[in-house]
C-alpha cells in the first residue's frame, strides 16, 4: 500500500490513502470543535482552539500542497456547519487560518529539531490573532478595535500554550500518529527518532 | 446532455442574487428591515436564530465604532460622547454583519455539495465527521488522549464502504441524470419570489423613500 | 512525549513580551487621540483628529469649511469678511482653539491635557 508513496501518486485518487488521512484529520478537526463547544468554560469566549490540533498534528505527516488541503478542508468545513461560508465572518477564519497554518508549517520544516508544538502553536496563534484584528480593524471596527488587542492576544498566548502542551502529549501518545508519521516517509527519520524517544 | 440545477445550488444562487442588494443598501431603515428579512427566511430554513449573538454583535460594534468621534454630539456621559455620525457608522457594520451571517445561514441551509474533486473531498470529509459525532463517547477520566486516537485507527481502518464514499459512482453534480436532490419549478419559482421580494424591497431604499 | 525544546522558550519569551508592550503602548497613553470639537452656539460636532475629513459647519452666514488632515485642523473657507480664522492656521494639541467670531464657529482641540481654564462661550461672544 505504501508502494506508490511518491509525491506525484499519493494524492492521485480519492481513496488513495493520503488524501484519506486528510479527510480524517479535517473530520477531526471540525469534530473537536464541536467536542470545544460542549465542555463548560468559566468565560464563553475562551477557547482552546483545540480544532487547531489536526492542523498541528499534520505538520509532520504532510507535504505543503496536501497540508494545504487539510488547512482549507477545515476552513470550508467549519464555514459550513456554521453556515458563514458566505458571509465575511468567513474572511475572518480563512484569513487568520492560513496566515497561521503557512507560519507553522515553514516553522516546522526550518526547525522542528529545536521546537516543540509549544512555540508552534505560540506563532500559530499570534499570527492568526494578529490578521484578524488587522481584517477586524478595516472590516468592522476601525483603528479602535486596537484597544482590545492586548487582552485579546494574552488570551491566545495561554490558550495557544495549553493546546501546545496538549499537542505535544497526544503526538506522544497516539499509536495513529506514529503510525502516520512513518508512512508519511516525508521525516522519515524525525519521525522514527521521535517514536523511539517516545518509546522509551 | 441537459443541465438541471440542483436543490441546494438553487439557494446559493439566490443567495448571491441578494447580496448586491444588502450590500449596495444606502439607508439604515432599509437595511435594518433587510436583516429582519434574512433572519427570518434562514429560520424558515431551518437555521437557529441566535438572539444573544445579535445582540453582542451590535452592542459591541456599535460601541467601538462609537470611539472614534464623528459628528453632531447626541449625548455625553463624562468625557465620553455618542456622535451622530459614528453612531450611524457602527450601526451599519453591525447590520451589514449580521446580515450577510444570516444570508449565508441560509445559501447553506439545503446543504450544497461542490463540484469536482475538492467536492468529494468535502463529502468524505463529512462522512467521516458523521461517523466521529455518532460514535463518540464520553471518556473515562484521564482517558480523552487514547479515546480519541482510537477514533482516528478506528476510521484509518476503514470504516466507509466503497458506495459510502461514492467511488463506485462518484457523485457528478453536473450529470443531467434525474436527481431527487434536483431542483424542481417550485423551488426555483420559490426562491425567484424571495430575490424579488428582497430587491422590490431595497429599491424603496435606493429610491431614498425612507431615510 | 515531546518536550519543551529552546525555539519554545524563546518565542514564549518574545511572544510574552510583544503583549506586554502593548499593553503598556496602549493603555498607558489612554486620551492619545485628540478630538476636534467645534460648536455654533448650542450644538456641538465633534470629530477624531486620527481621520482626514472636511466639514461644513453651518453658521448664520453661511458653512464653514474645517478641513482634518494629518492629524491637524483648520479653516478651509469661511463667508466672513476677515477671514482670521483662516489666517489662524492649523491647530492640533489640546486647548488650542480657532475662531470666526461673525460666523459665531468656534473650534477647539480636546484631548488629555486639556485645560479648563478656557470658558467655551465667554470666547464666542
Redesign the interface.
Known amino acids: 500500500m505504501s508502494s506508490d508513496n511518491t509525491p506525484v501518486k499519493r494524492l492521485n485518487g480519492i481513496g488513495s490513502e493520503i488524501i484519506t488521512k486528510i479527510a480524517i484529520l479535517a473530520a477531526f478537526s471540525l469534530f473537536l470543535s464541536t467536542v470545544e463547544y460542549m465542555i463548560p468554560k468559566p468565560l464563553p469566549f475562551l477557547r482552546i482552539g483545540l480544532a487547531n490540533l489536526p492542523i498541528m498534528v499534520g505538520l509532520a505527516l504532510f507535504s505543503l500542497p496536501e497540508y494545504l488541503i487539510l488547512v482549507t478542508l477545515k476552513i470550508a468545513g467549519q464555514g459550513l456547519i456554521n453556515g458563514t461560508l458566505f458571509s465575511y465572518i468567513f474572511i475572518y477564519s480563512a484569513g487568520g487560518s492560513i496566515a497561521s497554518s503557512l507560519m507553522m508549517y515553514f516553522l516546522y520544516k526550518l526547525f522542528h529539531n529545536k521546537i516543540s508544538y509549544i512555540g508552534i502553536s505560540l506563532v500559530g496563534a499570534m499570527t492568526s490573532n494578529s490578521v484578524q484584528l488587522l481584517l477586524a480593524q478595516y472590516l468592522l471596527f476601525g483603528s479602535s478595535i486596537w484597544i482590545i488587542a492586548p487582552p485579546f492576544l494574552l488570551m491566545g498566548l495561554v490558550s495557544s500554550i495549553l493546546l501546545g502542551i496538549f499537542v505535544n502529549h497526544f503526538t506522544g501518545r497516539s499509536r495513529w500518529y506514529s503510525s502516520a508519521v512513518e508512512f508519511s516517509g516525508l521525516n522519515g527519520k524525525r519521525g522514527r527518532d521521535e517514536i523511539s524517544h517516545a518509546e522509551t | 446532455m441537459k443541465y438541471r440545477m440542483q436543490k441546494p445550488d438553487v439557494r446559493i444562487a439566490a443567495g448571491l442574487l441578494m447580496i448586491p442588494a444588502f450590500l449596495l443598501q444606502p439607508g439604515l431603515v432599509v437595511q435594518g428591515l433587510q436583516v429582519f428579512f434574512l433572519i427570518v427566511l434562514a429560520a424558515v430554513h431551518g437555521r437557529k436564530i441566535r438572539i444573544v449573538m445579535i445582540t453582542v454583535v451590535l452592542i459591541s460594534i456599535t460601541a467601538m465604532n462609537m470611539l472614534q468621534e464623528n459628528g453632531r454630539v447626541l449625548a455625553s456621559i463624562g468625557s465620553f460622547s455618542i456622535t451622530l455620525g459614528a453612531l450611524l457608522t457602527g450601526l451599519e457594520k453591525a447590520l451589514t454583519l449580521i446580515g450577510m451571517i444570516y444570508l449565508s445561514q441560509y445559501m447553506v441551509s439545503g446543504k450544497p455539495r461542490f463540484p469536482g474533486r475538492f467536492g468529494q473531498l468535502l463529502s468524505k470529509q463529512f462522512l467521516y465527521f458523521e461517523h466521529l459525532v455518532t460514535t463518540w463517547k464520553k471518556p473515562e477520566k484521564g482517558r480523552f488522549i487514547e479515546s480519541l486516537d482510537s477514533m482516528l485507527e478506528e476510521m484509518e481502518q476503514g470504516i466507509l464502504t466503497d458506495e459510502e464514499m461514492g467511488l463506485s459512482n462518484p457523485p457528478n453534480p453536473h450529470s443531467g441524470k434525474a436527481d431527487v436532490r434536483n431542483a424542481t419549478p417550485w423551488d426555483l419559482g420559490k426562491a425567484a419570489g424571495i430575490v424579488t421580494a428582497f430587491w422590490l424591497g431595497s429599491v424603496i431604499g435606493f429610491a431614498g423613500i425612507w431615510p | 512525549?515531546?518536550?519543551?525544546?529552546?525555539?519554545?522558550v524563546?518565542?514564549?519569551a518574545l511572544?510574552?513580551g510583544?503583549?506586554f508592550f502593548?499593553?503598556f503602548r496602549?493603555?498607558s497613553t489612554p486620551?492619545e487621540n485628540a478630538?476636534v470639537v467645534i460648536r455654533v452656539n448650542e450644538?456641538?460636532?465633534?470629530?477624531?483628529l486620527?481621520?482626514d475629513?472636511e466639514i461644513a459647519v453651518p453658521g448664520p452666514l453661511g458653512e464653514t469649511f474645517v478641513h482634518i488632515e494629518n492629524g491637524q485642523a483648520h479653516v478651509e473657507e469661511s463667508p466672513c469678511k476677515n477671514k482670521f480664522c483662516i489666517a489662524a492656521g492649523k491647530i492640533n494639541r489640546p486647548g488650542e482653539w480657532i475662531v470666526c467670531l461673525p460666523n459665531e464657529v468656534f473650534i477647539m482641540i480636546e484631548g488629555a491635557m486639556e485645560s479648563d481654564g478656557l470658558e467655551v462661550d465667554d470666547i464666542v461672544f
Open positions: 512525549m515531546q518536550k519543551l525544546k529552546p525555539l519554545d524563546v518565542i514564549a511572544a510574552a510583544l503583549v502593548l499593553f496602549i493603555y486620551a478630538s450644538d456641538t460636532w465633534r470629530y477624531s486620527d481621520v475629513r
